[in-house]
């Protein structure tokens, strides 16, 4: 089993940065693919990045991958994704999950934290 908790949401203006942390624990979470995925009001949940267990490979959804950056510490167990230049669009609940395997689609993800919420004010 793998658990996890997501923290480093807000409220945030047009253009600014954040940056979510995904603090993982269990057994199997150092050979565990890391998706940070988001949904929207009305929305159906969606990739935003995600990353492979040793860290050298990742995918980003459309459209975002020139202002996030996934990353991964093992030696803390925590996954980043880091958000830059913040549009209202990206307004969502963000979670991050587990799976066995690097891949876009959230049903081969495993494990999910409860979510941390990112909203964009103009």
């Known amino acids: 089993q793998v658990q996890l908790v997501e923290s480093g949401g807000g409220l945030v203006q047009v253009g600014a940065s954040l940056r979510l942390s995904c603090a993982a624990s269990?057994?199997?979470?150092?050979?565990?693919?890391i998706g940070w995925f988001r949904q929207g009001p009305g929305k159906e949940k969606e990739l935003v990045a995600a990353?492979?267990?040793?860290?050298?490979?990742?995918y980003y959804g459309r459209s975002k991958e020139e202002r996030f950056t996934i990353s991964r510490d093992n030696a803390k167990n925590i996954v980043y994704l880091q958000m830059n230049n913040l549009k209202p669009e990206d307004t969502a609940v963000y979670f991050c999950?587990?799976?066995?395997?690097?891949?876009?689609?959230?049903?081969?993800?495993?494990?999910w934290g409860q979510g941390t919420q990112v909203t964009v004010s103009s």
């Open positions: 999950a587990a799976g066995s395997s690097l891949d876009l689609d959230p049903r081969f993800y495993e494990y």
């Open positions: 269990g057994r199997t979470v150092s050979s565990s693919a």
């Open positions: 990353v492979s267990w040793s860290g050298n490979s990742a």
